[in-house]
């Protein structure tokens, strides 16, 4: 087959396509509004600075500015007419009035200079002498400040237009004689609007997930779109873009992989999940690029919970109707704790050795969640019952009659009936009266009591309340006394070293301490006997706090070698041990001329 040498030669869509009028430029609305409206009130600013990401429109508004002003048949709706001479002459690159200057390569002094030079002179036709600087951030700091008085005070005739895409490196004195403006990056939808209008111009057919994926790989660059769009129409034979042939082209992964994923995760499935993540290395993709994907994906499943966030997802309408319908089914907390676990291995990717392990125990992970989340779950109702239940009837311990004490079903606060069928009541009256405190913790009420309710209505209402809250508060918990902390201390102790502890935990965990009101302090030999008592500490406390009435009880660790009870270790030491207890050691072994084995 023969190439005609004679064809014509090809225009990117970037070029081709790029807009002419205010009304064309693409998603920068409150741009163009701005400039239109000061153009049509006559408050047009001496310079202006267009800022913002790379192929966004910052040069485009800029040359449609520029013919705009100079338009000599400029109507009401402020665009330029295409027409006149000097909108003939700029569409053909001849202009006298308009100026651009690349920053980039013309960056001295002598180069602002030339360019002063040419500000002196007012234009042949039209109004104003325009100059556009593009990439102003390139020039160097001398240029700055030569530039820096005709900024400030131009001639009348004069408009700078100045465009970067790094504003921060410009100099805050050229910023304060600037009118800027802020360019936002394009929308997805936008983009894909646009490729689409480009598309049918163009006579090409063009599937919307696959023209919305374009915008999304974009990331708001128009430019980097168009290019895209070209490079895709090239690849395709029959003149048709399908989303297929995009992720081929573009080596995008497929978000059905992450739904995939996220499905095997969520029922508990390890096999599969390591299976599509081994599919998905076959076909060239970067592991850490599969961890960044995922953790969007969970992000989108977790602004699908509310509708007020739903709008956040930057997807086709097919994809948001999918994420919609896989978050109904993943539970919140599932979904917070993958990000985490997720995002841990994103950020410890590029340290680990064996990579492709370090992703997939970070899947593992993610799939036995379901199986812990459960178990939690289980465990926090199982808790939840145990504290509704109520305690058991204790016996309660007799004591002598009181007047003054209330009665509750038929019993006296004391423990005497009032009905008189006790045949040792005497006897129990001849026993001494207990405490106040003992008496409320004696006080039970029986569960299956008919009229317990009742009974505690009829006592008195300061005593009823101290009976209830003795009952809630006291039940199966005893006092904090040192003997009951070192017994409950050594019992979560013992457990631990039965579950299988650490030699550092276990040492930690048998250390002698001290109780100082609600405070338990203990020294430690080194800092890695503190990172073991640290470790264990929120379990110690909570299984110390479920059997001893003490809410505030704490635990403060510390590094003090010199305060801990170090048994004897050296020959020396063991000699001097025994020697405490039994002065006549020291006695014989002068009598006898006795050395301590070193």
């Given amino acids: 087959m023969e190439v005609s040498c004679a064809m014509d030669n090809f225009v990117v869509s970037a070029r081709k396509y790029r807009p002419v009028t205010f009304d064309s430029v693409v998603g920068q609305s409150h741009i163009?509004?701005?400039?239109?409206?000061?153009?049509?009130?006559?408050?047009?600013?001496?310079?202006?600075?267009?800022?913002?990401?790379?192929?966004?429109?910052?040069?485009?508004?800029?040359?449609?500015?520029?013919?705009?002003?100079?338009?000599?048949?400029?109507?009401?709706?402020?665009?330029?007419?295409?027409?006149?001479?000097?909108?003939?002459?700029?569409?053909?690159?001849?202009?006298?009035?308009?100026?651009?200057?690349?920053?980039?390569?013309?960056n001295s002094v002598e180069d602002i200079r030339n360019l002063i030079d040419q500000v002196r002179y007012p234009p042949q036709t039209g109004k104003y002498k325009i100059y556009i600087i593009d990439e102003v951030h390139m020039l160097s700091q001398a240029a700055f400040n030569a530039f820096l008085k005709t900024l400030e005070e131009p001639p009348g005739y004069a408009i700078f237009i100045l465009a970067t895409t790094e504003k921060h490196k410009i100099l805050p004195t050229i910023l304060s004689r600037c009118q800027i403006f802020d360019f936002n990056r394009i929308q997805p939808k936008d983009i894909a609007y646009h490729?689409?209008?480009?598309?049918?111009?163009?006579?090409?057919?063009?599937?919307?997930?696959?023209?919305?994926?374009?915008?999304?790989?974009?990331d708001g660059g128009l430019?980097?779109?168009?290019?895209?769009?070209?490079?895709?129409?090239?690849?395709?034979?029959?003149?048709?873009?399908?989303?297929?042939?995009?992720?081929?082209?573009?080596?995008?992964?497929?978000?059905?992989?992450?739904?995939?994923?996220?499905?095997?995760?969520?029922?508990?499935?390890?096999?599969?999940?390591?299976?599509?993540?081994?599919e998905i290395l076959r076909k060239g993709f970067d592991g850490h690029l599969f961890v960044v994907g995922l953790l969007e994906h969970f992000r989108n499943l977790l602004v699908c919970k509310d509708p007020q966030t739903v709008t956040l997802l930057q997807v086709s309408e097919s994809a948001e109707r999918k994420y919609q319908q896989q978050s109904a089914l993943a539970d919140m907390s599932f979904l917070l704790s993958a990000l985490s676990i997720a995002s841990q291995c994103d950020i410890n990717y590029k340290s680990a050795k064996n990579q492709?392990?370090?992703?997939?125990?970070?899947?593992?992970?993610?799939?036995?969640?379901?199986?812990?989340?459960?178990?939690?779950?289980?465990?926090?109702?199982?808790?939840?019952?145990?504290?509704?239940?109520?305690p058991e009837l204790k016996p309660l311990n007799p004591a002598p009659v009181t007047p003054a004490e209330p009665q509750i079903n038929g019993i006296q606060a004391n423990g005497i009936p009032t009905n008189g069928n006790y045949a040792d009541a005497p006897a129990r009256a001849a026993q001494p009266a207990q405490a106040p405190s003992r008496l409320k913790n004696t006080i039970a009420l029986a569960p299956t009591a008919p009229n317990a309710d009742l009974a505690v209505k009829e006592a008195p209402k300061g005593q009823s309340e101290n009976v209830a809250a003795a009952v809630s508060n006291n039940a199966r918990k005893e006092a904090l006394t040192f003997e009951t902390l070192q017994t409950h201390w050594y019992e979560f102790a013992e457990k631990r070293r039965i579950a299988g502890n650490s030699t550092t935990e276990e040492i930690s965990l048998n250390k002698e301490f001290k109780l100082d009101g609600t405070s338990i302090e203990i020294a430690l030999d080194n800092t890695h006997q503190l990172e073991a008592m640290a470790n264990v500490r929120y379990e110690l406390l909570s299984y110390l706090k479920s059997r001893i009435d003490a809410p505030r009880l704490e635990i403060n660790p510390r590094v003090a070698p010199q305060e801990v009870n170090r048994l004897p270790y050296t020959p020396a030491e063991k000699f001097n041990y025994m020697a405490e207890k039994n002065p006549y050691l020291l006695e014989l072994k002068q009598a006898l001329g006795l050395d301590v084995d070193f």
């Fill in 32 to 106: 163009t509004t701005t400039l239109k409206n000061a153009i049509r009130t006559n408050h047009l600013a001496q310079a202006f600075l267009f800022c913002g990401p790379r192929g966004v429109g910052k040069t485009t508004c800029a040359r449609i500015l520029a013919k705009t002003i100079n338009c000599q048949n400029l109507g009401d709706d402020v665009e330029a007419c295409g027409e006149c001479e000097s909108c003939v002459s700029f569409q053909n690159n001849a202009s006298f009035n308009i100026h651009e200057l690349d920053a980039a390569s013309n």
């Fill in 223 to 278: 430019r980097d779109a168009l290019s895209m769009f070209d490079l895709n129409v090239t690849f395709s034979t029959d003149n048709r873009l399908t989303y297929e042939a995009v992720l081929e082209n573009l080596h995008i992964l497929d978000y059905d992989y992450y739904f995939k994923i996220t499905d095997a995760l969520t029922s508990g499935s390890i096999a599969r999940s390591l299976v599509l993540f081994d």
């Fill in 356 to 390: 492709r392990l370090h992703v997939e125990l970070c899947l593992m992970k993610l799939a036995n969640l379901p199986h812990v989340l459960q178990l939690s779950s289980l465990a926090a109702v199982d808790e939840t019952a145990k504290k509704k239940v109520e």
């Fill in 195 to 218: 490729l689409a209008d480009i598309a049918q111009k163009e006579g090409i057919e063009t599937e919307k997930e696959a023209l919305e994926l374009i915008g999304q790989k974009a």
